[in-house]
């Protein structure tokens, strides 16, 4: 008891609290309006569609025909019409189921950089703060193109003609349906540079709209319990949270914190980062511990999201059976590098 009354003592003033999450708030806000909005000026214009030019060495070496090139481009713009053209090709015969799978593992780093523009620059970088988002997107990047050298290296070593028809003859755009019911279909957007700048802002509020009040909520509850937790751990008597997960914890020489962060950042990537970010501020994380904690989250949220993303994705593109296949190399190529990840990121410099 006295320890809580010390605790209720000790906590900041409620106003204080409210204060500094609506500056926190008002912070990110600006950041992800003018990140956002330059992500989205960037993909009217096309600059996004520039990356693709990094793809042009690689089917080469991968044992596969030129046309897959031009599917993993489409990826960098729409993963959807990029996984459409590969499917179409396979459909054709132009690709076994084989050469399917490493083209598609070789998609894994141009859909990843389509979210650098879209998600991770404007969106996760801000919250996370400059050094800490730069780390975690940076090893993020770095697991994406692992798992696309990959794709190279097992086409070099597996893919032969056997796998390819290049006599098939392939008319595939990239248009293709989208699983919830919408279309990709590669059409023209807004023409012009007014209405290009205005379909940006349109997306731009769009977007501020959806993730402003789930911040400001999710940043509310995490500075309260970050301030009050040793008050609210005596009230509801909760168990020793930290004895229960220490030997987890110890094993990867995380803190005690990580355990509901890696909860949090399971369930929502955006929520995850909010939630964490006092953590690295009040110094309960070092950056390679908070990157560490994040990528161990994302090994968790496979679980969530295979079901509600991947399954009806893959399954819409590719039918159930050879839509398995896709998911189980995708997450198994995804564990062993996150897992290459956190050995360096945790190992003693």
């Known amino acids: 008891m006295d320890r809580a009354l010390r605790a209720a003592s000790m906590a900041t003033p409620v106003g204080t609290l409210l204060a500094d999450v609506f500056f926190r708030v008002a912070k990110i806000t600006v950041f992800l ?115 696309t050298l990959t794709g190279v290296a097992a086409g070099a070593l597996l893919l032969s003609d056997a796998n390819v028809d290049t006599t098939v003859e392939t008319d595939a755009g ?36 959806e993730i402003l009040p789930r911040l400001a909520a999710v940043y509310l509850l995490v500075v309260v319990l ?55 501020e009040n110094g309960t994380f070092t950056p390679r511990q908070a990157v560490a904690t994040m990528l161990v989250g994302g090994i968790v949220s496979f679980a969530v999201s295979t079901f509600k993303r991947s399954i009806p994705f893959q399954y819409g593109i590719w039918g159930a059976e050879f839509g398995s296949k896709v998911i189980l190399v995708n997450t198994a190529l995804k564990v062993v590098f996150i897992g290459v990840a956190l050995a360096l990121l945790l190992s003693p410099l």
Request: proline share 7%; net charge negative.
């Open 33 to 147: 309006a003018i990140g956002v909005g330059l992500a989205n000026v960037a993909i009217q214009f096309g600059a996004v569609e520039y990356v693709t030019g990094l793809a042009k060495p690689l089917t080469r070496p991968a044992n596969l025909p030129p046309e897959v090139g031009t599917a993993i481009l489409a990826t960098t713009a729409s993963p959807t019409a990029g996984y459409g053209m590969l499917a179409e090709y396979r459909e054709a015969g132009l690709l076994d189921d084989r050469a399917t799978l490493v083209a598609v593992t070789m998609n894994t780093f141009f859909g990843f950089a389509q979210h650098i523009f879209t998600f991770y620059a404007p969106v996760l970088i801000p919250i996370l703060g400059l050094q800490v988002g730069l780390l975690y997107v940076g090893a993020r990047a770095l697991i994406a193109l692992a798992i």
């Open 226 to 280: 970050v301030d009050r937790y040793d008050q609210i751990e005596q009230w509801l008597s909760l168990p020793d949270i930290a004895g229960a997960v220490e030997p987890m914890t110890s094993a990867l020489g995380l803190p005690g914190a990580a355990v509901p962060t890696i909860a949090v950042f399971a369930i929502d990537t955006t929520n995850g980062a909010i939630f964490i970010a006092p953590f690295v």
């Open 174 to 209: 990239t248009g293709t349906e989208i699983p919830d019911g919408g279309t990709d279909d590669g059409s023209e957007g807004p023409t012009g540079t007014r209405g290009k700048l205005r379909a940006a802002g349109v997306e731009t509020v769009a977007k501020i709209r």
